[in-house]
């Protein structure tokens, strides 16, 4: 049976944090986005190097090029990318964000233009569920209607009403045709409603999908609505299963996730960060590469990092790289954060058979300081900004931590 | 003394060809080109794994970003961009080419313009000799006025003047200055006229330079008036010198001037060609991984190579990340490029004791085939085309390989 893939082999004392375990890898784990099949200026090789385990591509935007059968006739995506972690698919119902290519939506199922072709495309749950098999992803995710942020309750509810109907239609035909033990996951919509919420994943719980995503979140609404909505999900769907929030995030964001119940998770959020220059440390915080004070810096971004970047390049070395503009700093820094990233998760891990509250209280400073930072660097308000100087202060002679 | 730094140990029986031991490197051989300290969209580690044994940087450009003052501070050169090979640094002569940053020359040096800050700069032999050893390259080359193609005699004539001043200038200050051991290369000019270079390298001979460049050629001249240039030059340089021609080339040239007596080359051609998706193989010629015949293609670029590339994808794949625009792409290829070319000199290097004419007829048909397909795609004369056509059957029929 599929459902018992995903096995708990540790709880939190504190949280309801819990490690799974899922074929080679451990939960909580974070997937880089390989929308496409690769990485955004880095590759496969590249991310055996920094021990990435899982990632998610995109269904939808696959089938339109290479085309899933090209992917099927080169031996399913593992071998088309030279792969050979855990590949998730996302369904490309997310792709309804796109104005580049979405045209529609009606019960039958999405309306996509081909932005290769200029063909008019119509994904139904069945067509999805066929391009993931032909695929042959690990986990594939249920087709699913994503309202933008804000939207009305009218919408909500179609949405939600819509994602059930298709999940049903997915589990059918997925069931009936799936011969490659691929998962498949139900996405549970209802934006920040409680009750839509409770409606959605009340009824996906019925389907025993192996695991359940929460999607529709982190896609601009307040971050308390956010964990609200995660909250009254999570209530809501068998407590054994994997969960996975789709889109988040923030490191901080991810240890108070995982806190919550949350096993896994996918974000664009540190290799975006990375090709505007940004990266994040345990020693220090999180560093702008861009800036000044490192043109002769010797140390490496984080000395207690053993990435590919930290082990071989300096500070000032890749800020003369962003200086001239030379395209390849784009990918060390993306590799230095997912690195990071799978360092966080490995703490988390570390952590959860006592507790994962030990580092949230490390992560919770340096989350604070973004966010002041951010006050101080883009806020007009002179009030506000000697506010979040103040606080930033406070914090960091609290936390004994540089500024 | 560090003239005797390169050693001959072997020669070819029927050519000019030889091989000189420098340090831990073997001649022939070909420098990626490193201009600000970096490939472009690859990095040092990468060039390790591709087994890339020396790299040419540029002294000027380094000195306006991130400063010559920087790069001593960090260590040096091989230390900033951690690169272990051998590094050359170029003067900052061939910058006049650069309309974004030539502004003028005369007797004393050459006029820039500092993108980064608007200043204007003098650029003297002295100065830039000072700038290559702060760098700590390897070697380091004279300060010369290079004229751009065509030239008239006059100014071919001042430009044959100025080198040879300047020439003088700069080895009296390196002698002075150098305390780390740097080599420093005097480079030969005079345009394709055999009278001027017969004099300009009869003058730089006596300043015994440990090594000679040739200068001003692969600049847009007819390529048999480089060839006859290149000879004349080597005939009144020491011959038991090494001899670098500046700026070549493509593989059959390689070759080609190898036979002729040149040591050491360097390039954007490998990198240029494989950021436009062609590729260099061994086993089947040029390719231009963007049509459509490789959608499908499980093969390795060429599945006689072990370069990183080769050993983790297909022909399709890269077409799929040619085809979305990844970025990463131009880095794949142009590692597959380089590695062809580390390649190349090997089985220069091999043959050599033997005889390197029996390579050069291996890549004399893939040379002419290249010319031919130029010929069949941009020509708009019909004749032209149907027998470049034509010659293409013939040479593929001769020499048994593939079309």
Redesign the interface.
């Known amino acids: 049976m599929s459902r018992m893939q995903f096995e708990i082999i540790a709880r939190d004392k504190k949280t309801k944090a819990r490690i799974f375990k899922f074929k080679t890898i451990k939960t909580p784990f974070f997937m880089p986005v390989a929308t496409?099949?690769?990485?955004?200026?880095?590759?496969?090789?590249d991310m055996k190097k920094i021990k990435v385990k899982a990632i998610i591509a995109n269904a939808l935007l696959l089938s339109l090029?290479?085309s899933a059968a090209?992917i099927k006739?080169?031996g399913g995506i593992h071998r088309?990318?030279?792969f050979k972690g855990i590949i998730f698919t996302d369904s490309g119902g997310f792709q309804m964000y796109s104005e580049h290519l979405f045209l529609g939506i009606n019960e039958n199922g999405i309306r996509f233009r081909n932005p290769?072709t200029g063909q008019r495309i119509l994904c139904t749950p069945e067509k999805d569920m066929q391009i993931q098999l032909d695929i042959a992803s690990d986990v594939a995710m249920c087709l699913d209607d994503m309202p933008l942020y804000p939207a009305k309750k009218e919408r909500l509810i179609q949405s939600v009403k819509r994602t059930i109907a298709w999940a049903i239609r997915c589990k059918r035909y997925h069931d009936k045709h799936n011969n490659i033990n691929q998962l498949l996951f139900g996405i549970v919509q209802g934006g920040t409603d409680n009750s839509l919420r409770k409606i959605c994943a009340k009824k996906l719980s019925t389907l025993k999908f192996p695991g359940y995503a929460i999607g529709g979140l982190a896609i601009g609404e307040p971050e308390n609505l956010m964990w609200q909505a995660t909250k009254v999900t999570l209530k809501y769907i068998p407590e054994k299963t994997p969960k996975y929030l789709m889109g988040l995030g923030k490191p901080y964001q991810l240890l108070k996730a995982i806190s919550l119940g949350i096993d896994i998770f996918d974000s664009r959020y540190p290799t975006k960060t990375a090709r505007h220059n940004q990266v994040f440390t345990f020693s220090d915080g999180t560093l702008k590469l861009q800036r000044k004070i490192y043109?002769?810096d010797?140390n490496p971004i984080d000395k207690t990092c053993n990435c590919?970047v930290c082990q071989?390049?300096?500070r000032?070395?890749l800020?003369?790289?962003i200086?001239?503009k030379?395209?390849?700093v784009?990918?060390?820094l993306s590799l230095h954060n997912l690195y990071f990233y799978q360092r966080l998760m490995e703490k988390a891990q570390e952590s959860i058979p006592e507790s994962i509250d030990h580092i949230i209280n490390i992560f919770l400073p340096s989350h604070i300081m973004q966010v002041m930072d951010t006050i101080i660097e883009n806020s007009k308000d002179p009030h506000l900004v000697e506010k979040a100087r103040l606080n930033k202060m406070t914090w960091s002679y609290k936390s004994g931590r540089k500024i």
């Open positions: 496409k099949a690769t990485g955004k200026f880095y590759d496969s090789n090029e290479p090209v006739s080169l088309f990318m030279n290769f043109k002769d010797k590919p071989n390049y300096s000032a070395y800020h003369h790289l200086k001239i030379e395209p390849n784009k990918r060390l």
